[in-house]
């Protein structure tokens, strides 16, 4: 009874658990409770420890490591969907991207793109930090931190 009150009244996934035992939820429903910038820090880390798990794909980690070394990209919700790698400026699906980089693959250079599985290649670079100046070259210069919320609610 008391739980379904303190749902009632939008009450925190703490207060929940406190009086539904059964009831778990995830870190990253946890960061959403507490906003924006706990989304970002959460997904963040998480994409590096899984571009450090990678070891046999180094154009990735070394990526993923040179877009969070960019202030304006670590300020956007960055994900990944078949190793390319997308900035967000809204932290919720579907995405509102403002820019993917293909990484280098078997000597294949660095691709920007504005869509992920867009065949419309912006540019190329041959590092990745090359790729990260170049994706900064195509973010708006008013781009603030990422949103709560998806490219949908934008109506």
Not at 88 to 108: A, K, L, Q
Not at 132 to 141: F, I, K
Request: hydrophobic fraction near 40%.
């Amino acid at each position: 009874m008391r739980a379904g009150a303190a749902w009632g009244r939008g009450g925190s996934l703490r207060e929940l658990r406190a009086g539904l035992s059964f009831l778990r939820s995830s870190k990253r429903a946890e960061a959403h409770e507490r906003g924006p910038a706990a989304v970002l820090e959460l997904q963040w880390r998480t994409m590096r420890e899984q571009a450090a798990e990678e070891p046999d794909f180094a154009g990735f980690g070394e990526l993923v490591e040179a877009a969070h070394a960019e202030p304006r990209l670590r300020q956007l919700y960055v994900f990944s969907s078949h190793w390319t790698l997308g900035f967000s400026s809204c932290t919720g699906y579907p995405f509102r991207v403002e820019v993917v980089i293909v990484p280098s693959h078997n000597g294949s250079p660095f691709r920007l793109k504005k869509y992920p599985l867009s065949d419309d290649v912006l540019g190329e670079a041959a590092t990745a930090e090359e790729a990260v100046a170049l994706a900064m070259c195509h973010l708006p210069a008013d781009l603030g931190p990422a949103v709560a919320g998806t490219t949908e609610q934008d109506g």
